[in-house]
């Protein structure tokens, strides 16, 4: 046998009919740069139909199609994979985006590997690319980029390895006022992402072990040195073929000062509500139970704070008209707000106060309830009695005073009272009309008798059903209600000449 004949040389006919049908996309290069087949897997990763679309050799599919690398570097000419294995250069996982030369917009992502075939003589004898299309994934993984980077919840992405940030979108940025430098690159422990959280340590183990991490509220320090009340949430996650951890925020930091606000309101509404000289109470609105009381509230009742929380006001007893607190009871049902009600208190000694009872619908911890608000005037009501005495006793007789000055007099009675009588004028007989005149002209019992010709005891008879009638119980009284309806008098004369013409 001739030494110098060539060593058998691969069967490239077995060799289609094994690649043909495998997922991978291959492309078989001859020694001489032409490109001699291709499966469908490398044709449907390419878009083209046919080995032509490839083009005829290595340098043809050069000028065919346009590599990149993933930073987006072109390759120069002779750092194509395909010139780089005919160069005898071995790939192992290089990705490279591929885009046909006349539509540059499109773009594929292929992972390239080589392989070379020996010979019996152990001679390159079939080169092989082979292509692995990643573009579904790249895709997907560049839209969940898209959406990563526009959603407004916070979100960081951080390796599992070295547990160091590579992501961070907007939301977080907004939320934090981190930049991108501030994260990037950081460790998870540098941001201090659970330093400030109960379940901090738990969460740390389950990051190493690359586990879920469940909802936890947590602390994240700002640069201002304040910090932002945050829910935080990892979920494992794939980002290329780098095990990550997707972290999602909910700002709490909103509601955190809602609450704050509301706590201090609330306190100061207490602290009012509990020092206010005003006595005062709160009360649920279904069944008026009281569930808080003032001091000034307790001092006034005579009762116990603890003895008044938890009983109604008709347990307690503590309003003498039960009728009008049932009246006030309704409005506040009917949410209709009550405004200085004159009502009289049953104290617990057994006495009574004049009160003015306001009462309101309030929301208090998302519960309806009543704010009652009391007013003592006992001191006042007796100020005023007395005042109304002393004028009733200045009036007693009304000829030292003129007209002007016993109408205002009149009217400041009335004022001071509050009471409508309950007739008029017009509801008084002819005797009882004289009766009054009479009165408001100064006479005595014995002169009305003389006037009217009329024993004492009748008249005696005749003044008190007068009395009754207009609701008086003294002559200044009488005198003063005649005032108030315009009634002068002058009975004296009308009634001496009716005398005189009895007497003829």
């Known amino acids: 046998m001739n030494e110098a004949a060539e060593a058998p040389r691969i069967n490239r006919t077995v060799l289609q009919q094994l ?30 139909e046919d080995l032509a679309g490839l083009g005829e050799t290595v340098a043809d599919y050069r000028r065919r199609f346009t590599l990149r690398y993933r930073n987006n570097h072109t390759l120069d000419e002779g750092q194509y994979p395909l010139e780089r294995l005919l160069g005898g250069e071995a790939l192992d996982g290089v990705t490279i985006e591929v885009s046909p030369t006349s539509d540059p917009d499109a773009c594929w992502v292929h992972v ?25 994934r790249y895709e997907a993984e560049k839209r969940f980029e898209k959406s990563f980077n526009a959603n407004p919840a916070p ?5 599992l390895d070295d547990q160091r940030f590579i992501r961070v979108n907007q939301g977080f940025m907004e939320m934090t006022g981190l930049s991108q430098d501030d994260v990037l690159g950081k460790m998870v422990e540098e941001i201090g992402l659970f330093s400030n959280c109960e379940t901090g340590d738990d969460a740390m183990i389950k990051l190493a072990e690359g586990r879920v991490i469940r909802q936890r ?13 945050v829910i935080v949430a990892g979920e494992p996650i794939p980002v290329g073929e780098v095990p990550c951890m997707l972290f999602t925020f909910a700002d709490l930091d909103g509601r955190r000062k809602a609450q704050n606000a509301l706590r201090q309101s609330e306190e100061r509404f207490s602290k009012s ?35 008044v929380i938890g009983k109604t006001a008709a347990d307690l ?30 104290l617990a000694n057994g006495d ?22 009391v007013q003592d005037v006992t001191e006042r009501r007796r100020s005023e009695l007395e005042l109304i005495e002393a004028i009733e006793s200045v009036m007693a007789d009304t000829s030292w005073f003129s007209r002007t000055v016993v109408d205002r007099l009149a009217t400041l009675r009335q004022a001071s009272t509050g009471k409508s ?43 008190a059903s007068l009395y009754n009638k207009i609701g008086v119980n003294r002559r200044a009284a009488a005198v003063i209600w005649a005032r108030e309806r315009g009634f002068s008098g002058n009975g004296a004369s009308s009634a001496k000449k009716t005398s005189k013409g009895k007497k003829r």
Do not use: Y
């Open 112 to 136: 390239v590997r080589t392989l070379i075939l020996e010979d019996a003589g152990a001679k390159p004898d079939v080169l092989v690319l082979i292509i692995r299309d990643e573009t579904p």
């Open 317 to 346: 007893k503590l309003w003498e008209d039960t009728k009008a607190r049932k009246e006030i009871e309704q409005h506040l049902r009917d949410n209709v707000p009550v405004r200085d009600v004159a009502m009289r208190m049953m």
């Open 19 to 48: 690649i043909a049908g495998l997922t991978d996309g291959l492309i078989l290069v001859e020694l001489d740069g032409r490109i001699g087949w291709a499966n469908e897997a490398a044709l449907k990763s390419h878009r083209v």
């Open 421 to 463: 009588p309950s007739a008029e004028l017009r509801d008084l007989s002819e005797r009882e009309s004289e009766i009054l005149g009479l009165i408001c002209d100064g006479l005595s019992d014995a002169e009305m008798g003389d006037a009217l010709c009329l024993s004492r005891h009748t008249i005696r008879n005749h003044v």
């Open 273 to 307: 509500f509990r020092l206010s000289p005003a006595p005062a109470a709160i009360a649920r609105l279904d069944d008026f139970v009281f569930m808080e009381v003032n001091e000034a509230f307790s001092s006034l009742s005579g009762r116990k704070i603890e003895s």
């Open 352 to 373: 009574t106060a004049e009160c003015l009872v306001s009462a309101e619908r309030v929301e208090i911890n998302d519960h309806a309830c009543v704010l009652w608000s």
């Open 217 to 229: 509220e947590a602390l994240i320090p700002l640069p201002d040195g304040g910090d932002r009340l």
């Open 155 to 159: 979100g960081l992405i951080c390796r």
